[in-house]
């Protein structure tokens, strides 16, 4: 009886010390894991604290009901004490509500913090000045534009570390979700209005981004690089796109928006107020030219 007991001790801790193993090696393949940026470690953060705070309560729950359920159980010269007029313990009361209103309250506490700390269209403060990227998603690719350096590409985003970028984001097909998980959390891309986004990456690396939102057939293909770069391979790669890519005539973006899946494209120049008209071409009286355009 004894050998058995040891035996099921010992398989109880072997299974987790194979979980810890195994767990030890997800902060890599679980990329929100593992940020690499300002944001996304503050929301990483975020996510720690109130795993912590919840298994305060989850942990002991668990632990007694296997131990109640073992100690009461039905067995012959059971000597657990049974007592079937107890109805009341102030004591116990107190601690089992008592606790977990105090975990709601400071994890209330830490949540309205956090969303203050991290409300996307917050500016992030930072020595260097914002590099803006206007993003649109479409059917079924992404969009980039650089307004400030009058570039374009198409499923592939770049930028230099440490510089904190502004994306300003909308949508020209059905309502999606920009994602950089490294970098932090995502954000919806809704035809007619432009969101904000602040991220930063704190060292170069080729970072996944998605969409997080499903919006039709490819979806699953709405999947692109994000590359941050030093800011001298930053201007190299804006110099030879403009050097080597044709340019994005208003024809060309209307070919772009059609539902399809896209490779990697870029353009060396944008049409001028480009994402302006993408933003207000469903509201009524803007934007004739899309409209007209896209009619033809």
Known sequence: MGMWKGLRRLTAVLSLAATAALLSGCA???????????IGQHQLDLIILSTVLCLIVIVPVLILTFYLAWKYRQRPGGKAKYDPTWEHSTKLEAIWWGIPIIIIAILGTITIKYTHMLEPSKPIEHEAKPIVVQVTSLDWKWLFLYPEQGIASVNYLEFPENV????????DAPMNSFWIPQLGGQIYTMSGMAMKLHLIAEEPGDYLGMGANFSGKDFAKMNFTARATSQEEFEAWVEQVKQSSPGL???GYLQLAKPGVSSVQTFSSIPEGLFQKIVTKYSSGHNHELNAASSK
């Open 28 to 38: 890599e393949k679980v990329v929100v894991l593992n940020p690499k940026g300002e």
């Open 164 to 171: 904190p970028v502004r994306f300003e984001l909308t949508s």
């Open 249 to 251: 005539t208003m024809e």
